[in-house]
């Protein structure tokens, strides 16, 4: 099946690429391949384990992942944080120097924040979401840009094409957390970024029951995550690349319904007097809606707002959600609402959280596939208690 999927679309993309035959009773599904000791010489010639990436589970989920990025090879690992930091250990070291975008998730943050310095590497914070703002950051030694876009949770973009031309011109390296769009609506690649990343436990996934992460980009460059991931051990079990698996196969769908309900309830958001900001890119007016309909293909399902009033006021309305369960983690077919200043943003320092934007007002949604119309009335009745 490699490589057949170039001609499919996402959809098909997200049913058939990857799958791995059942040779022995014809199933339409990859099998769980549960063994974790394999025969030698295997049928491949090379040794098959799970930490070196390469059990049947693994490498079927990987390729679905890659097709749907456009990218040669991929990836899968325990956790969205173990497929960042694999990357930083892949291609920094002592000496050299990154420059990171300011709006990121939390825990990406504290991983540039705690771990990169103690092992000399260098950072360049870049705060604003004028690409031109990173030219003054580049040095001989830089190593990588990291961005995501849309960011956490302010849904703020970035133009990923002129970034990745920037550091491409000068030899560096390019990647994005594309978590909170998907494939399904952004392949960075296909914008010249190097290397993609995703927490899989959001959307990918898609059912709230699994953590997960993956890496894609040139086969040559995942040459180089290979041999760290093998070393530090983040390898995806096979009962969890099945679930990973069977999840992605409604992505393309999810997305869609993700999509229209999103720009539903941030429209509604947008009209209302109770209502003091509203954060979703597929907005006319937010800043970078230009930009977003460029480069995207849909807006996702992640938004932030803030209503009227104080931090009580908010307090409030979150607990007269009735299907916006407050809850940490999002891209899950049900809906979520959380405090970025009390979950991903907790560690942030209170005031380079101000300076990045993020109030204690700030509601963010993850929003779900329900009925939109129940999605509308559940923010209508929470508001309406309250203000
Ligand atoms: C945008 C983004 N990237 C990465 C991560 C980390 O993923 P994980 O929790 O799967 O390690 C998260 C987690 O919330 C996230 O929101």
Redesign the pocket.
């Known amino acids: 099946m490699a490589e057949g999927w170039l001609n499919w679309g996402l959809s098909t993309r997200c049913v058939h690429a990857g799958t791995v035959e059942d040779t022995v009773a014809g199933g339409v599904n990859t099998p769980i391949f549960a063994s974790s000791a394999f025969r030698v010489p295997g049928p491949t010639g090379r040794v098959v384990y799970p930490r070196y990436q390469n059990i049947p589970g693994q490498v079927a989920v990987a390729q679905k992942i890659a097709a749907l990025e456009n990218a040669q090879a991929g990836i899968v690992v325990a956790?969205?944080?173990?497929a960042?930091s694999s990357v930083f250990l892949a291609f920094c070291q002592t000496g050299d120097h990154v420059i990171l975008h300011r709006d990121l998730?939390g825990?990406?943050l504290g991983l540039a924040r705690k771990e990169l310095p103690r092992r000399g590497i260098d950072i360049t914070w870049v705060d604003a979401f004028h690409v031109e703002d990173f030219e003054a950051a580049f040095r001989p030694q830089t190593r990588l840009i990291y961005v995501?876009t849309p960011s956490?949770p302010l849904m703020n973009i970035l133009d990923l094409e002129t970034l990745a031309q920037m550091a491409r011109s000068r030899g560096v390296l390019t990647v994005v957390?594309n978590?909170?769009a998907t494939p399904i609506n952004q392949n960075p690649l296909d914008l010249g970024i190097d290397i993609v990343v995703h927490?899989?436990?959001?959307y990918l996934n898609g059912h709230s029951d699994l953590?997960?992460?993956a890496v894609v980009g040139a086969a040559s460059l995942l040459e180089a995550i290979t041999p760290v991931i093998s070393l530090y051990g983040p390898s995806l079990s096979p009962y969890d690349c099945f679930l990973l698996e069977r999840g992605l196969k409604t992505l393309a769908l999810r997305m869609a319904r993700h999509n229209h309900n999103a720009m539903a309830v941030a429209a509604y958001l947008a009209q209302d007097p109770r209502v003091a900001r509203v954060y979703y890119p597929g907005l006319s007016e937010h800043p970078h809606h230009h930009i977003a309909a460029r480069q995207m293909r849909g807006f996702g399902g992640m938004l932030s707002f803030e209503p009227k009033g104080n931090t009580k006021t908010a307090h409030r309305v979150m607990e007269r959600f009735h299907f916006f369960q407050p809850a940490v983690?999002?891209g899950g077919v049900e809906s979520l609402a959380c405090f970025p200043v009390e979950t991903?943003h907790a560690s942030v320092p209170p005031l380079q959280r101000e300076q990045m934007g993020i109030r204690d007002t700030l509601i963010r949604l993850s929003v779900g596939i329900e009925d939109t119309e129940d999605l509308l009335k559940d923010v209508d009745q929470a508001l309406e208690a309250v203000l």
């Open positions: 956790s969205g944080m173990a960042i998730y825990g990406t995501e956490n957390d978590t909170f927490s899989g436990t959001k953590c997960c992460g983690s999002l991903s």
